[in-house]
């Protein structure tokens, strides 16, 4: 995992804005262009082997939806879950008799 990390990382400083501003042959107008609209500007379409993620376990299950934590409505929600679990008094029983 460290080394995916760093790869990524090492991808995308190279190719970000930073290295691309100091190369006198890229015009300014491209390394300011609002990537939003270039992308919209491509007849790009969603791959039709990459499945989309509510279906990446295909038929076997549904996959997660999982949480935004970025979203602080959310991580609030989930803090106040989380305060209100740890209030209640706990319990553990075993699940086989014996």
């Known amino acids: 995992m460290p080394y995916l990390v760093r790869r990524l990382l090492e991808n995308g400083a190279n190719t970000s804005f930073v290295n691309r501003i100091v190369d006198e042959s890229i015009d300014m107008a491209d390394i ?28 076997e299950r549904r996959n997660s939806q999982g949480l935004n934590l970025a979203d602080d409505r959310v991580t609030v929600d989930l803090l106040t879950a989380m305060q209100d679990a740890s209030a209640r008094p706990l319990a553990a029983y075993p699940i086989v008799h014996g």
């Open 32 to 59: 300011v262009a609002d990537p939003i609209a270039a992308t919209e500007a491509h007849a790009a379409k969603p791959h039709p082997r990459i499945p989309p993620p509510a279906a990446l376990f295909g038929e």
